[in-house]
């Protein structure tokens, strides 16, 4: 029996406690800093006609049984996403929303199959803000734990210190060797050979059919994202437009895209996009990413039809989800993210 499915031992439970109820003043403090500022919790809807359409992203399926027994396809969503976007087009301005959130084909130290996301939205005001709501929630989590720095497998990093800002491009330069913009086109992806010859000089695998988004990936997860959070947070900003299926181009480059990710002691903990509001545009981006999908998995999601409608109403806005658990895993010291939330799924 797995520690997992044997939470409610009392001698495991006795260990996880002091994670749980840090973990709770967290989301308390957290609560209390976006009233301050303004914002609304909202609560989206678990059951979604699509749980989100990009191409790696695997969802739970269920069956929605009406009345007279007709039965249609439903999906837990993996982000709160569509449903906060439709509430911005409603006529909400700041909004956030600590959802339970389901992926499946995920689970690791730092992955639950459900878990807590932190999402929030600003409408008029640019992404910009959302790093600085970052900074500010990095601090206000280790001030709740009286923890003076983060850390997490051998890398550190101070909760307090301002985020270091640094594009993908010059991401790949410093640490890969790779002038990135040189290899991309119009659409966001490009010349594939010419980045498979710089990422092998790298050192890095590049297997005969990997296309330039496989080359791409490999290269951020083997030789960039190890860099990242260390001695202080980093906000890693303008993805490539093909790796920001929801955010609009960047204004100086369109190219890349507005698009950042925080990180901290080398983990992922919040995406963060100027949202994209052009219907047109992200019909689209979601009908290329599911025909990947299909050619990938055999499978695609259905589009939701009511958020695309919703974009056409939705004014200019930022947005962001943040991995809540992760974020108590730093600011508790946890190692697992089992640590940190109150019931964890049973693996067996």
């Given at each position: 029996?797995?520690?997992?499915?044997?939470?409610?031992?009392?001698?495991?439970?006795?260990?996880?406690?002091?994670?749980?109820?840090?973990?709770?003043?967290?989301?308390?403090?957290?609560?209390?800093?976006?009233?301050?500022?303004?914002?609304?919790?909202?609560?989206?809807?678990?059951?979604?006609?699509?749980?989100?359409?990009?191409?790696?992203?695997?969802?739970?399926?269920?069956?929605?049984?009406?009345?007279?027994?007709?039965?249609?396809?439903?999906?837990?969503?993996?982000?709160?996403?569509?449903?906060?976007?439709?509430?911005l087009?409603?006529?909400?301005?700041?909004?956030?929303?600590?959802?339970?959130?389901?992926?499946?084909?995920?689970?690791?130290?730092?992955?639950?199959?459900?878990?807590?996301?932190?999402?929030?939205?600003?409408?008029?005001?640019?992404?910009?803000?959302?790093?600085?709501?970052?900074?500010?929630?990095?601090?206000?989590?280790?001030?709740?734990?009286?923890?003076?720095?983060?850390?997490?497998?051998?890398?550190?990093?101070?909760?307090?210190?301002?985020?270091?800002?640094?594009?993908?491009?010059?991401?790949?330069?410093?640490?890969?060797?790779?002038?990135?913009?040189?290899?991309?086109d119009?659409?966001?992806?490009?010349?594939?050979?010419?980045l498979?010859?710089?990422?092998?000089?790298?050192?890095?695998?590049?297997?005969?059919?990997?296309?330039?988004?496989?080359?791409?990936?490999?290269?951020?997860?083997?030789?960039i994202e190890?860099?990242?959070?260390?001695?202080?947070?980093?906000?890693?900003?303008?993805?490539?437009?093909?790796?920001?299926?929801?955010?609009?181009?960047?204004?100086?480059?369109?190219?890349?895209?507005?698009?950042?990710?925080?990180?901290?002691?080398?983990?992922?903990?919040a995406?963060?996009?100027?949202?994209?509001?052009?219907?047109?545009?992200q019909?689209?981006r979601?009908?290329?990413d599911?025909?990947?999908?299909?050619?990938?998995?055999?499978?695609?999601?259905?589009?939701?039809?009511?958020?695309?409608?919703?974009?056409a109403?939705?004014?200019?806005?930022?947005?962001?989800?943040?991995?809540?658990?992760?974020?108590?895993?730093?600011?508790?010291?946890?190692?697992?993210?089992?640590?940190?939330?109150?019931?964890?799924?049973a693996?067996?």
């Open positions: 029996m797995t520690d997992a499915s044997a939470w409610w031992r009392p001698h495991v439970h006795e260990d996880r406690r002091p994670f749980l109820l840090a973990r709770n003043r967290i989301a308390a403090a957290l609560r209390a800093f976006f009233a301050a500022d303004g914002f609304v919790e909202v609560e989206g809807a678990i059951l979604q006609v699509s749980p989100g359409n990009e191409t790696h992203l695997h969802a739970f399926a269920t069956e929605l049984v009406g009345p007279d027994l007709t039965t249609q396809r439903r999906y837990l969503h993996t982000s709160p996403e569509f449903a906060c976007k439709k509430l087009a409603a006529g909400e301005t700041r909004i956030f929303d600590f959802a339970r959130v389901f992926r499946n084909r995920e689970r690791t130290a730092t992955h639950h199959p459900e878990f807590t996301m932190l999402e929030w939205y600003r409408a008029g005001e640019g992404y910009e803000a959302l790093m600085a709501d970052c900074a500010a929630i990095l601090a206000l989590a280790a001030e709740t734990t009286g923890r003076r720095r983060f850390a997490f497998r051998g890398r550190a990093a101070d909760p307090f210190a301002t985020p270091e800002r640094l594009t993908v491009a010059a991401a790949f330069q410093a640490f890969a060797g790779i002038d990135l913009p040189a290899t991309v119009a659409a966001g992806t490009g010349d594939r050979e010419a498979a010859d710089a990422a092998r000089a790298a050192g890095t695998r590049v297997a005969a059919d990997d296309s330039w988004l496989d080359i791409y990936s490999r290269v951020l997860v083997e030789r190890p860099h990242l959070g260390q001695g202080r947070a980093t906000i890693l900003c303008d993805y490539p437009l093909s790796e920001a299926a929801l955010a609009r181009p960047a204004p100086h480059d369109p190219r890349f895209a507005e698009r950042f990710e925080l990180y901290a002691c080398g983990l992922e903990l995406n963060a996009f100027g949202e994209l509001t052009d219907p047109a545009e019909r689209r979601f009908e290329a599911m025909a990947e999908k299909e050619r990938i998995y055999g499978e695609r999601y259905p589009l939701d039809e009511a958020f695309l409608a919703a974009l109403l939705m004014p200019p806005a930022s947005g962001i989800a943040l991995g809540f658990d992760r974020l108590a895993m730093l600011a508790t010291g946890a190692s697992r993210i089992e640590q940190v939330i109150w019931t964890p799924v693996e067996a």
